[in-house]
């Protein structure tokens, strides 16, 4: 079993930052993709950000794309998600997640659907005032 844990969320005005982590541990050896996910109020949980270990891909929605930034420290087995620019809209639960067997050569809407993975963190909640 995977166990993952976030942390880093909070409140922030919009224009600030915030840095998500997600420490994972349990079978960490065989994970390969590692994601952020978000989930509104009354909105489907929606993939925000990827990382496939295996071929250095990332993957990011196009509503977060040049203003948050996927990274991971495998030493650690943790996974980040550096938010800057934040907006309203950025404002949600934040979930981290992983899967037991990441497919090779997916297209990017394919890699941010939540459906394509099967552990997930309590979430971590960011509110962005405006």
């Known amino acids: 079993q995977v166990q993952l844990v976030e942390s880093g969320g909070g409140s922030v005005q919009a224009g600030g930052s915030l840095r998500l982590s997600c420490a994972a541990s349990?079978?960490?050896?065989?994970?390969?993709?590692m994601g952020w996910f978000r989930q509104a109020p009354g909105k489907e949980r929606e993939g925000v950000a990827v990382?496939?270990?295996?071929?250095?891909?990332?993957y990011y929605a196009d509503s977060v794309k040049g203003r948050f930034t996927i990274s991971q420290d495998n030493a650690k087995n943790t996974l980040y998600l550096q938010m800057n620019s934040l907006k309203p809209e950025d404002t949600a639960m934040y979930y981290c997640?992983?899967?037991?067997?990441?497919?090779?050569?997916?297209?990017?809407?394919?890699?941010?659907?939540?459906?394509?993975?099967?552990?997930w963190g309590q979430g971590t909640q960011v509110t962005v005032s405006s």
């Open positions: 997640a992983t899967a037991a067997f990441c497919a090779s050569g997916v297209t990017p809407i394919q890699a941010l659907r939540a459906a394509r993975y099967n552990y």
């Open positions: 990382a496939y270990s295996g071929g250095g891909s990332t």
């Open positions: 349990g079978l960490t050896y065989s994970l390969t993709c």
